[in-house]
């Protein structure tokens, strides 16, 4: 009997998600370059719409481009989505470039704003690509997935492939009129007014939109989300290298530490992770790692600064070689570059002139400690006899008489005897 109690409860609560999901409306906002974690975001909440049974899934766009692969793992999850999405490059100012525009043009309905644009699909080569016919084969691939998600969705398949090959960028007003959006909206209450009742093909079948009334509730990323999409950035993932192979070189230094390591560790495994997202070029890396070497070189080679100099010109040549790429995006500015390095630069810096005033400074400990040091003679010396150096008394000799009293200093130790004379 409980049983059967607790399973009407379960399928009456289950009834009611169901019911209250249907007059929702799933809004994703993006507004970052198109990265893996923006394709698990997006792939994340059209399977949950597609499980709670939405009305609708409206994507908000405004990027300037992203990963190819990235790209295609959403393009697929919106195709074959069960819910329909609208993409909605907003607000005024927004755009949806390279990446984003592909994504714009595989919904089931893509509007925009007054004063956006959508375009410049050309793909562009993580790092330079110099082999013509590979570049050729890249570009028609490109051109041959834009037009045919152009012809399944009925939109202008000559602008998608010229997207793409030509590079081209459409505002609104030229992007409907081409046929390559299907309406501009004001806003999303003007865009949602226009939506409803609209016709659209979904799986073979025709689909009516009805809209009036329905709430928008805006879906947002995660904490693990939004914690990885901020390290995808060039600047953040570069930061994290510097600080993961310095992190890494206290704990060699210094071993028994273990914060610096840890903490070094953390950040090299974030920045791989980040890696996987950008154009990295590994000649920057084996640079900045050159740069690193010839400072440690310097804390115990003494080249009167030639091994620091070294160490900072390759730095900078392989923060500027780390992320090869023409997209601003994907590349580090030149601010933290300046800023990173004269830190390093200036930490080692600091290290060597330290380690050098220790190799400078005078033993205070041994038999090196005691040469040079003043003392007291105790008894004449003649040339034997007795001192007072450091607070206790030494066998002493001298190559001249000294008499009782007089003030010594030490010049050698042999064995247990000291040599000195008189000051």
């Known amino acids: 009997m409980r049983i059967g109690i607790s399973m009407i409860i379960y399928l009456l609560v289950c009834a009611a998600q169901v019911y209250g999901a249907q ?26 719409s597609s499980r709670l049974g939405d009305r609708l899934v409206l994507i908000e766009m405004d990027t300037p481009g992203g990963l190819d692969s990235a790209m295609r793992e959403i393009v697929k999850d919106v195709m074959a989505s069960p819910i329909p999405v609208v993409v909605y490059v907003a607000p005024s100012g927004a755009r949806a470039a390279s990446a984003g525009a592909i994504i714009a043009l595989s919904a089931d309905v893509c509007a925009m704003a007054p004063g956006t644009n959508i375009g410049a ?18 570009v028609n691939d490109a051109e041959a997935y834009a037009e045919g998600i152009a012809h ?32 501009i909206a004001r806003d ?15 799986g073979g079948r025709e689909v009516v939109l009805h809209l009036t009334g329905v709430k928008v509730v805006t879906a947002g990323m995660g904490k693990v989300e939004r914690i990885l999409n901020a ?5 953040i993932a570069y930061v994290l290298m510097m600080l993961g192979m310095m992190g890494l070189f206290f704990e060699l230094s210094n071993p028994g530490v273990i914060l610096p390591g840890v903490i070094g560790g953390i950040a090299l495994i974030l920045a791989f992770f980040a890696f996987q997202a950008l154009p990295v070029n590994y000649a920057g890396i084996l640079l900045i790692l050159l740069g690193i070497i010839l400072f440690i070189a310097e804390i115990k080679v003494v080249s009167h600064g030639m091994l620091t100099v070294g160490g900072l010109v390759a730095m900078v040549f392989g923060s500027l070689m780390l992320f090869e790429s023409q997209e601003p995006y994907l590349r580090v ?3 933290v570059i300046l800023v990173t390095v004269l830190a390093v630069a200036g930490f080692f810096v600091v290290v060597v002139t330290k380690a050098l005033a220790v190799h400078r400074r005078r033993p205070t400990t041994g038999k090196e400690g005691l040469i040079g040091v003043d003392g007291t003679a105790e008894s004449v010396i003649a040339p034997k006899g007795k001192v ?36």
């Open 388 to 423: 007072f150096v450091r607070g206790e008394y030494w066998d002493a000799w001298s190559e001249d008489a000294i008499s009782a009293g007089s003030r010594i200093t030490v010049e050698a130790v042999e064995g247990m005897q000291l040599k000195v004379k008189r000051i």
């Open 333 to 335: 500015s030149w601010s």
């Open 23 to 48: 007059d929702k409306i799933r809004m994703i906002t993006v507004r970052d370059p198109i990265t893996p974690v923006t394709a698990h975001f997006l792939h994340r909440n059209l399977e949950e």
């Open 188 to 202: 999303r209450d003007d865009l949602l007014r226009q939506l409803e009742g609209r016709h659209i093909n979904r």
């Open 121 to 138: 699909a050309h793909p562009v080569s993580l790092g330079e690509m110099h082999d013509k016919t590979m570049e050729a084969k890249v």
């Open 152 to 183: 399944k969705r009925g939109r202008n398949e000559t602008l998608a492939r010229r997207m793409v090959r030509d590079s081209i960028s459409l505002s609104a007003e030229k992007s409907l009129e081409g046929r390559v959006i299907d309406l």
């Open 231 to 235: 390290i995808s950035n060039p600047n």
